[in-house]
């Protein structure tokens, strides 16, 4: 029997795109939304992932341990385990290990804050997502509500690829949530924090099944 699974990369070569948080709040609502069994891969030597998972108390998701080196064979060895879904987060700057998580993924999600240094840092990872022939997308993240930027910034993007409709704003719940183990939708399932990471994880599926035809 043929067991697939998908490999979402969040990947960008800034800090503090929040790609951590993005990780484990997706890995949650993908829980959620029975899209599981979940499992998280932490690349960042920085560990914010890891950190995030220790704390939590929930069963969900899964880590795995993985060697940048041999994400391959990792990611065979955990399709076999019957993961559904891997979410790997990538740390900044160190290309090398950025390329291995988006040579195995499906998919590659690029948070991008609405900013002109941040907008001009979306070509490195472009290029290694086309090199590679894996399909990517965009993400605004950490915006400022209301503000033209974020919007601007959006239109921006589309230029080069696709890009989530919603908007993910800076929020202290964001913060806070992860401090603990946590997300945004298991503090507050009604806040609006909750509904944008729920309306990106609904984008993300739809492309992750463009992706399997």
């Known amino acids: 029997m043929v067991i697939y699974m998908d490999i979402l990369t969040i990947a960008s070569q800034k800090g503090g795109a929040g790609k951590s948080t993005l990780a484990g709040h997706l890995a949650v609502e993908a829980e959620r939304r029975s899209a599981g069994p979940v499992a998280v891969v932490d690349t960042d030597p920085q560990g914010s992932l890891s950190s995030w998972w220790n704390e939590r108390t929930a069963e969900t998701p899964a880590f795995a341990a993985v060697e940048v080196g041999q994400l391959p064979t990792h990611m065979t060895a955990v399709r076999r ?51 590679a022939g894996k399909s990517f997308c965009f993400v605004v993240n950490g915006a400022t509500a209301r503000s033209r930027i974020a919007l601007e910034a959006r239109d921006a993007l589309a230029q080069h690829g696709p890009v989530a409709p919603e908007i993910l704003h800076q929020r202290i719940d964001f913060a806070t949530s992860m401090i603990d183990g946590r997300t945004v939708g298991e503090l507050n399932p009604q806040s609006r924090s909750a509904q944008e990471i729920a309306s990106l994880w609904n984008y993300v599926r739809e492309q992750l099944r463009k992706e399997k035809g």
């Open 81 to 131: 385990q019957g993961i559904n879904l891997v979410i790997i987060d990538t740390p900044p700057a160190l290309i090398d290990t950025i390329k291995a998580a988006i040579a195995v993924a499906d998919l590659v999600l690029i948070p991008v804050k609405p900013s002109p240094h941040d907008l001009r840092a979306i070509a490195v990872v472009i290029e290694m997502a086309e090199q």
